[in-house]
Structures are given as C-alpha cells and as structure tokens.
C-alpha cells in the first residue's frame, strides 16, 4: 500500500492507497473519506486539478504523478451535504425576509428617516468552512459591513443585501458576484495561493462594483457611471478619510492601477470645466496668444488627461471581466 496526505477544511488526513490505484480510485476514495460528493469534488495538486481516468486510460495515478507520496501539497476542495444545507437555510433566510417585508407606502413623497435606516444593510455573513482562518475572513466581510463608507452608500441608495459570503478561491476568473441585483453578494479574500488574503482595499473596490449591479445588470455606461460615483461616495461618506488625501495609509485608491487602488485622475487634468475628448497634441507647439511655457503646460495635462481617462477605461474592462454577476 502506497500512503499519501492531503488537506481539507483546515485538517490534514491520511490515505492508504494500493500501488495500482488509478486517479478515478484516488478520487472515489478522498469522495469517501470526506463525504463529499464526487461530482464536487476537486483535488488541487501543483496547482491543477486532478482529473479521473479518461475511457481506456489504464495508467495509475502514481505513473502520471510520482510526486504524490513525496510530501507535495494535496488541497481537497468540496461542499459535504451538511455544508450545502447551511448554504439552503441561508437561502430559506433571505426568502422568509422578503414574505415578511411591508408593502411600500401609497403617496409618500418624502420618506421619513428614523432608526429604521438600519435596515439598509446585509443580512447574515458566511465564510468557507475548508479553509483555515476562518476568523480572519469573517472579519474582513465583518469589517465591510461596518466600514463607514459603506454604511452610508447603503444608507444613501436605501439598498438591502440579503446575505455577504466568502467566495471560493478556486473560481479564479472571478472575483465576485451579485446574484438577483442583491439578494446575495459573494466576494474572493483569499489570494490564489491559499496563503493569505487579498488587500482590503481591494476587496472593497470590488464590492462597491457588485454594488452597482443593484441598479444595472449590464457593464454598460450607466453602470460605469455609477461605480464611480460610489467609488467617490465611499470616501466623501467616511469622515475617517477627510482632512487628508491617503486611506488605509496609502495614496487614494487608483482605478488606473486596476484593482490596487482608487482615485478618480480625470478631476485632476480637468481644462477650462472639460476632460480631454481627443486631438493631437505637440509638446511645446505654439497657438494664440499663450507663451510658449503657458502652451506647454497646458498640453501636458491634456495629455495627462488623456492617459488617465485610457487607464480608467482599460481598468473597468479589466474589472468587468473579473465580475460573475448573476
């Protein structure tokens, strides 16, 4: 018998193997093991997923990986019936909230703000149960919840998330999603490795975007306008990043360095009220009446500005590839 170790929900285990076994057996055996069913179940091995035999494949999983019994990492990633039920009861959560939910108010031209304005906030928060630190995770979508920037857009666009969970790290085309315009919203913290967890900020930059899909389903213009908007929402409402221009002790948060940061540049190259629209520019050409240095100066920050509007956008296309809206 050939023996191996892998990792799952945080707990290394123990499996004895015969020498024979092919990569079907090694599956339907881990399946076992950890009750989880095989039609869920992956096995991450040198960052690839391990897949059963192929018809008329004979070789054992030993010949295709020899590796298997020399102390390499094994990660089981999978959801046990037990997981999965949790997963429903949320859902049953969300649905008995909304039967119970008041019908709006006839004629109500002014809506009154009380305490009830704590309502607009996310219901209950979960994290993966396989994976280690699960303390640390829950504080992070703990500290979303409370951060002072999302508290008042919440407030400001009267929305209601129904529930705000950890997104596996295994889907790693995305970074989030937004199911039913808010009825849940799903966000990656842990980096790609399993190793540690993704900046805050960043993180937050992409809830602000799954927020936007409360109102717009599509990556249109609309939606771009809006994510914006909240992007500069998210600082004016915190009173904790006035009376100065850094947050989390570092620069404003860039869209042009992607998902790094954020700060809208385009304010910073505005000309005469405008942004650039296009044109070709000499550095240094003369026109009008303008010294040469007057010229000058005003054709680099065109220039500025158009190299700032051409990062925002490459930036949003770049983010909108990284969404799994639903």
């Known amino acids: 018998m050939a023996s191996i170790q892998y990792t799952f929900k945080g707990t290394k285990y123990d499996l004895d ?35 059963p035999n192929e018809s008329q494949d004979t ?44 019908a709006p108010v006839a004629k109500r031209s002014q809506p009154v703000r009380n305490m009830d ?23 992070v979508l703990e500290r979303l919840k409370n951060d002072r920037g999302i508290v008042g857009i919440m407030k400001l666009h009267k929305w209601q998330v129904g529930a705000l969970i950890e997104l596996s790290p295994a889907q790693k085309t995305i970074l989030g999603y937004n199911r039913n315009k808010g009825e849940l919203i799903a966000l990656r913290l842990r980096t790609d490795d399993l190793e540690g967890f993704r900046h805050y900020d960043a993180v937050r930059k992409v809830l602000l975007h799954e927020l936007a899909h409360n109102v717009w389903s599509e990556h249109d213009d609309n939606f771009h306008a809006l994510n914006r908007q909240l992007n500069k929402e998210v600082q004016q409402l915190d009173w904790t990043a006035q009376g100065g221009s850094r947050v989390a002790g570092g620069d404003f948060f860039d869209p042009a360095n992607g998902l790094q940061g954020y700060h809208d540049d385009l304010e910073d190259h505005v000309i005469d009220g405008q942004t650039w629209k296009g044109g070709s520019y000499v550095l240094g050409g003369g026109g009008g009446g303008a010294s040469r240095r007057d010229t000058q100066a005003l054709t680099t920050r065109e220039l500025a500005a158009r190299a700032a ?15 799994g809206a639903k």
Request: proline residues 6%; glycine residues 6%; hydrophobic residues 35%.
């Open 309 to 323: 509007q051409l990062r925002q956008i490459e930036s949003e296309k770049d983010e909108d590839g990284m969404c």
């Open 117 to 139: 304005d704590d309502k607009y906030t996310f219901g209950p928060i979960q994290v993966l149960p396989e994976f280690q630190e699960q303390d640390k995770a829950r504080a």
């Open 17 to 51: 193997i015969p020498p024979t076994a092919t990569a079907t057996l090694l599956l339907e055996q881990i399946s076992e093991q950890t009750q989880v069913p095989l039609s869920g179940l992956k096995v991450m091995f040198k960052g690839k997923v391990l897949k």
């Open 59 to 102: 070789d054992t999983v030993f010949a295709k990986h020899p590796t298997l019994t020399t102390g390499a990492k094994i990660f089981v990633l999978g959801t046990t019936e037990k997981d999965i039920a949790k997963v429903h009861s949320i859902d049953e959560h969300i649905n008995t909230r909304k039967s119970y939910r008041p």
